[in-house]
Protein backbone atom coordinates (compact mmCIF):
# COMPACT_ATOMS: atom_id res chain seq x y z
CA UNK A 1 0.00 0.00 0.00
CA UNK A 2 0.91 3.61 -0.94
CA UNK A 3 -0.58 6.92 0.19
CA UNK A 4 -0.44 10.19 -2.08
CA UNK A 5 -1.42 13.03 -2.34
CA UNK A 6 -2.94 13.56 -5.80
CA UNK A 7 -2.23 16.96 -7.73
CA UNK A 8 0.93 16.99 -6.11
CA UNK A 9 3.03 15.23 -8.17
CA UNK A 10 4.25 15.62 -11.68
CA UNK A 11 1.11 14.81 -14.38
CA UNK A 12 3.87 12.06 -15.90
CA UNK A 13 4.19 10.60 -12.13
CA UNK A 14 0.37 10.47 -11.54
CA UNK A 15 -0.30 8.57 -14.97
CA UNK A 16 1.54 6.06 -14.11
CA UNK A 17 -1.12 4.78 -11.60
CA UNK A 18 -3.72 3.91 -14.07
CA UNK A 19 -6.65 1.74 -12.27
CA UNK A 20 -5.31 2.30 -8.98
CA UNK A 21 -7.62 1.95 -6.16
CA UNK A 22 -8.05 5.31 -4.76
CA UNK A 23 -9.36 6.21 -1.28
CA UNK A 24 -10.16 9.61 0.49
CA UNK A 25 -8.88 10.00 3.66
CA UNK A 26 -9.04 14.21 5.44
CA UNK A 27 -6.20 14.23 8.01
CA UNK A 28 -5.38 17.55 9.80
CA UNK A 29 -2.08 19.07 9.31
CA UNK A 30 0.30 21.76 10.37
CA UNK A 31 3.85 23.82 9.23
CA UNK A 32 6.71 21.90 9.46
CA UNK A 33 7.81 25.35 11.51
CA UNK A 34 4.74 24.63 13.59
CA UNK A 35 5.89 21.26 15.07
CA UNK A 36 9.12 22.41 15.45
CA UNK A 37 8.31 25.23 17.46
CA UNK A 38 6.23 22.62 19.52
CA UNK A 39 9.41 20.40 19.85
CA UNK A 40 11.78 20.36 22.37
CA UNK A 41 14.86 21.29 19.59
CA UNK A 42 16.80 24.37 19.69
CA UNK A 43 18.82 23.59 16.41
CA UNK A 44 18.68 21.35 13.82
CA UNK A 45 21.54 19.89 12.36
CA UNK A 46 20.11 17.50 9.37
CA UNK A 47 16.64 16.70 8.03
CA UNK A 48 15.37 14.47 5.57
CA UNK A 49 11.79 15.32 3.38
CA UNK A 50 10.46 12.21 1.50
CA UNK A 51 6.90 13.38 1.04
CA UNK A 52 5.54 12.13 -2.05
CA UNK A 53 6.15 14.82 -4.72
CA UNK A 54 4.80 17.50 -1.83
CA UNK A 55 8.48 18.50 -0.90
CA UNK A 56 7.76 22.21 -1.91
CA UNK A 57 4.59 22.27 -0.21
CA UNK A 58 6.17 21.15 2.79
CA UNK A 59 9.59 23.48 2.32
CA UNK A 60 6.59 26.30 2.25
CA UNK A 61 5.85 25.73 5.94
CA UNK A 62 9.38 25.82 7.05
CA UNK A 63 10.84 29.05 8.00
CA UNK A 64 14.35 29.06 7.01
CA UNK A 65 15.02 32.07 9.24
CA UNK A 66 14.10 30.28 12.39
CA UNK A 67 14.30 26.56 11.38
CA UNK A 68 17.20 25.93 8.91
CA UNK A 69 19.16 22.70 9.19
CA UNK A 70 22.75 22.50 8.62
CA UNK A 71 22.13 19.46 5.95
CA UNK A 72 18.50 18.85 3.95
CA UNK A 73 18.49 15.69 2.13
CA UNK A 74 15.29 16.12 -0.09
CA UNK A 75 13.44 13.65 -2.28
CA UNK A 76 12.04 15.49 -5.74
CA UNK A 77 11.67 15.32 -9.00
CA UNK A 78 11.95 19.28 -9.60
CA UNK A 79 15.01 20.34 -8.13
CA UNK A 80 14.54 23.92 -9.59
CA UNK A 81 11.75 24.78 -7.58
CA UNK A 82 13.48 23.44 -4.61
CA UNK A 83 16.62 25.25 -5.02
CA UNK A 84 13.84 28.11 -5.51
CA UNK A 85 12.68 27.66 -2.12
CA UNK A 86 16.06 27.43 -0.17
CA UNK A 87 17.51 30.66 -2.32
CA UNK A 88 19.84 32.45 0.37
CA UNK A 89 20.21 29.78 3.14
CA UNK A 90 20.58 26.13 1.28
CA UNK A 91 21.65 25.08 -2.09
CA UNK A 92 21.52 21.75 -3.40
CA UNK A 93 25.14 20.27 -3.49
CA UNK A 94 25.18 16.82 -4.26
CA UNK A 95 22.32 14.13 -6.46
CA UNK A 96 22.67 11.33 -4.46
CA UNK A 97 20.46 9.43 -6.65
CA UNK A 98 17.49 9.67 -9.30
CA UNK A 99 15.53 11.73 -6.93
CA UNK A 100 17.26 12.72 -3.52
CA UNK A 101 19.22 15.65 -3.28
CA UNK A 102 21.48 17.03 -0.28
Known amino acids: MKS?????QA???EAKRPGAA???VHVSTDTLS??????????????SIDVEGAGIAVLK????????PDLL???TDNCTAVSAE??????LRRQLTFHDFL
Do not use: N
Not at 34 to 47: E, G, H, N, Q, Y
Not at 61 to 68: E, K, N, S, T
Not at 86 to 91: D, S
Open 34 to 47: AVIDRSLFDKLTFM
Open 11 to 13: PES
Open 61 to 68: GLDLRRHC
Open 22 to 24: TQQ
Open 4 to 8: VALGL
Open 86 to 91: LHGYLH
Open 73 to 75: LIE
